[in-house]
């Protein structure tokens, strides 16, 4: 028991015995002294319970700040320190480099990715006048009775069908002929297969 508590409490227990001598009320007295060595016992815990703590930050703080002891130690530390910025900046500018060039990247893959996207949008559009093109070619080449033959690019031909027996083959060569001639040509064909 630390000094300076068992100083109060003797002569709180002597005024105690006083009081207990002079009146002859234990009874009374005893709860009230029982009280007081409890409330002692409390504070006495609660203040090695603080002294714990205060060690406990005194330990921490004396392990967890560097003491130099000498100007060469305390040279050492800031290289240390200065050796440990030098590594961390050079740590942040590669990864600021890295980001920039990631960004750089984004930029061209985001360009790219808009090119793209406008050719689908420009085949797309190709694509729905070929099938425009493509079912006029068929709605002309039913009612016309007209079958082409695509395998020479430089001249137009082909053959007309009539009744699925007769068929009349036409061969016209644009740079020969003027269009005018070809598609009256053509027209003679489909009148042809039109007879009966």
């Given at each position: 028991?630390?000094?300076?508590?068992?100083?109060?409490?003797?002569?709180?227990?002597?005024?105690?015995?006083?009081?207990?001598?002079?009146?002859?009320?234990?009874?009374?007295?005893?709860?009230?002294?029982?009280?007081?060595?409890?409330?002692?016992?409390?504070?006495?815990?609660?203040?090695?319970?603080?002294?714990?703590?205060?060690?406990?930050?005194?330990?921490?703080?004396?392990?967890?700040?560097?003491?130099?002891?000498?100007?060469?130690?305390?040279?050492?530390?800031?290289?240390?320190l200065?050796?440990?910025?030098?590594?961390?900046?050079?740590?942040l500018?590669?990864?600021?480099?890295?980001?920039?060039?990631?960004?750089?990247?984004?930029?061209?893959?985001?360009?790219?990715?808009?090119?793209?996207?406008?050719?689908?949008?420009?085949?797309?559009?190709e694509?729905?006048?070929?099938?425009?093109?493509?079912?006029?070619?068929?709605?002309?080449?039913?009612?016309?009775?007209?079958?082409?033959?695509?395998?020479?690019?430089?001249?137009?031909?082909?053959?007309?069908?009539?009744?699925?027996?007769?068929?009349?083959?036409?061969?016209?060569?644009?740079?020969?002929?003027?269009?005018?001639?070809?598609?009256?040509?053509?027209?003679?064909?489909?009148?042809?297969?039109?007879?009966?």
């Amino acid at each position: 028991m630390a000094a300076w508590f068992e100083a109060p409490l003797s002569k709180l227990e002597d005024a105690v015995d006083t009081l207990i001598a002079e009146k002859g009320c234990i009874s009374n007295i005893q709860p009230a002294l029982t009280q007081l060595r409890e409330q002692q016992q409390a504070i006495q815990a609660d203040s090695k319970q603080q002294l714990k703590e205060l060690a406990k930050e005194v330990e921490f703080e004396q392990n967890s700040s560097p003491v130099c002891r000498s100007k060469d130690e305390y040279v050492q530390l800031l290289d240390d320190l200065g050796a440990q910025q030098h590594e961390t900046a050079m740590d942040l500018s590669k990864k600021e480099q890295s980001v920039s060039s990631m960004r750089a990247e984004i930029a061209r893959l985001k360009a790219e990715t808009d090119k793209l996207e406008k050719d689908q949008t420009q085949l797309d559009s190709e694509m729905k006048a070929l099938k425009k093109q493509r079912a006029k070619v068929l709605l002309y080449m039913r009612s016309s009775n007209i079958k082409w033959d695509y395998s020479d690019a430089s001249s137009v031909k082909g053959f007309v069908v009539k009744e699925q027996e007769q068929l009349q083959t036409f061969e016209l060569d644009p740079n020969k002929h003027s269009q005018y001639f070809i598609a009256d040509r053509l027209w003679a064909q489909v009148a042809w297969s039109a007879r009966q």
